[in-house]
């Protein structure tokens, strides 16, 4: 079907990627983003829906309004409040797991128990509700096991953030209760934990796609969760400082500083294994529940050194794209974003056969970091920036200074007035752009991702210099 209308549910980065596949296609007429960012207006074909349109009801209006053919939905938090189910009750068709099935990150508690019924690889692990049984078992944890560590991670949604890995029982301790009692980080998401054998070897983000009956692997991206490279002690210091945070050493854990794809070190024989120990059975173990899974869906893993370096194990389900993998997977993929979605929905994946460019894709995320200057004569607090409290509402500058080969994917922008009456793009959240280059080898990628974004300023802005150093 062509002149076909498309709904983005996103306000991020994430959303940025997928409305500009989506606009690629010769199937698509005109895609509208909601509730979008500064940057959702900036690709072809593609414009912000009604201004503040947000909440599902109001989502499901416009869609009706405007006879909207397809819906995709980015974000978690949309899955888990079953906006896949409403559209579905009023015939629409909307690309994403329901209610029941979003659970699996919306509860990792929830998700770990299915996994280990399902038989599927996982770390050891233990669900808590009540802070001191948590503490209890990670005294006896370190007392019986020395020389191992603990992952403690907020049961619910926590936007990327909620998982603390642990390096002695200190921090093991420090971790529940910064979760589940004060200053309880995550909120009501932190009510439960998991707390999990920590597993040494080579994090992967395995992405795919499921119909509900089978499931396609998608390329992957090698992803940069830590908010500092290893070498910035000295940073990693003052931002816990700055935090409150009595592990000083502790590099936190963001949304996602960047990444580049295609995976270094993901071969077609692990990406098999992948597929037969943990995809598919997910897939069917979900069906033969009476769930089926329909939409995008990616697994954390480590593949563990402790198995030959070849064994992977589920650390966490997410059911939707990443951010920022997505910045980086999607302008690689060369099949149509929009026959894919319909294949989805038609229980057809059988079809469709998914095509890559052998380009590479980086992507560096600029951040609201610490800011270094006075917000006014009067100075103001002092906060340690993006993954913690941040900054807001500072102006933009250079991004017209940017070469149009590079894409700039808007993660937390705004259009406001400046003090002198001026449009001008401000910054709205922690993560605020990510700059993606594109090139024949990975080295290229790089460098034009980097060398673009110090084009681009704003009072604390801050992102890591390392990534795809080590891989060129």
């Not at 642990?166 to 200053?183: F, H, Y």
């Not at 110090?454 to 795809?468: A, K, S």
């Amino acid at each position: 079907m062509s002149g076909a209308k498309v709904l983005v549910v996103d306000s991020g980065g994430r959303g940025n990627a997928i409305a500009h596949a989506f606009a690629r296609s010769c199937q698509v007429k005109e895609v509208f983003v909601a509730p979008g960012n500064a940057g959702s207006a900036t690709m072809d074909k593609c414009s912000l829906a009604v201004p503040g349109a947000r909440s599902i009801p109001q989502l499901l209006e416009f869609a009706e309004g405007q006879e909207i053919d397809l819906t995709f939905v980015g974000p978690e938090g949309y899955l888990s409040d079953g906006m896949v189910d409403l559209f579905q009750e009023a015939g629409l068709r909307i690309v994403g797991p329901r209610k029941e099935a979003a659970i699996l990150e919306g509860s990792k508690c929830y998700a770990k128990d299915l996994l280990r019924d399902m038989g599927v690889p996982i770390p050891a692990y233990r669900n808590f509700e009540d802070p001191l049984a948590a503490r209890e078992f990670v005294d006896q944890f370190y007392l019986q096991n020395p020389g191992e560590n603990l992952v403690v991670k907020a049961d619910g949604l926590a936007a990327g953030k909620g998982s603390i890995v642990c390096s002695s029982r200190e921090e093991a301790l420090s971790a529940v209760d910064r979760i589940m009692v004060e200053p309880r980080l995550f909120g009501s998401a932190g009510d439960r934990v998991v707390i999990e054998r920590r597993l040494h070897g080579r994090e992967l983000m395995f992405f795919a796609v499921a119909d509900g009956k089978s499931i396609l692997p998608l390329e992957s991206a090698m992803d940069y969760k830590q908010a500092f490279s290893p070498e910035e002690e000295v940073a990693i210091r003052l931002f816990n400082r700055l935090s409150g945070n009595p592990t000083i050493d502790h590099n936190p854990n963001t949304g996602g500083m960047g990444g580049f794809s295609p995976h270094p070190w993901l071969d077609d024989e692990l990406r098999d294994k992948i597929m037969d120990r943990i995809a598919r059975p997910t897939i069917s173990g979900l069906r033969q529940r009476g769930i089926e899974y329909t939409g995008l869906i990616y697994f954390g893993l480590m593949i563990s050194l402790e198995d030959g370096g070849r064994e992977p194990y589920v650390l966490e389900i997410n059911v939707r794209l990443g951010d920022p993998e997505a910045e980086v997977i999607l302008p690689r993929l060369e099949t149509d974003f929009y026959l894919l979605s319909e294949a989805i929905l038609d229980r057809d994946l059988g079809s469709i056969e998914l095509e890559w460019s052998r380009d590479f894709c980086l992507g560096v995320c600029a951040i609201s970091g610490r800011v270094i200057k006075s917000l006014s004569s009067g100075g103001g607090e002092e906060r340690p920036g993006y993954p913690g409290e941040h900054y807001t509402n500072m102006p933009i500058f250079g991004l017209e200074k940017v070469d149009p080969r590079t894409i700039v994917y808007h993660n937390g922008t705004a259009i406001g007035l400046d003090s002198k009456g001026n449009r001008r793009i401000f910054t709205t959240g922690g993560r605020v752009l990510t700059l993606v280059g594109r090139g024949a080898s990975l080295g290229e990628a790089r460098d034009m991702a980097y060398e673009n974004i110090r084009r681009i300023r704003f009072n604390g802005m801050r992102y890591r210099r390392d990534i795809g150093k080590g891989y060129i």
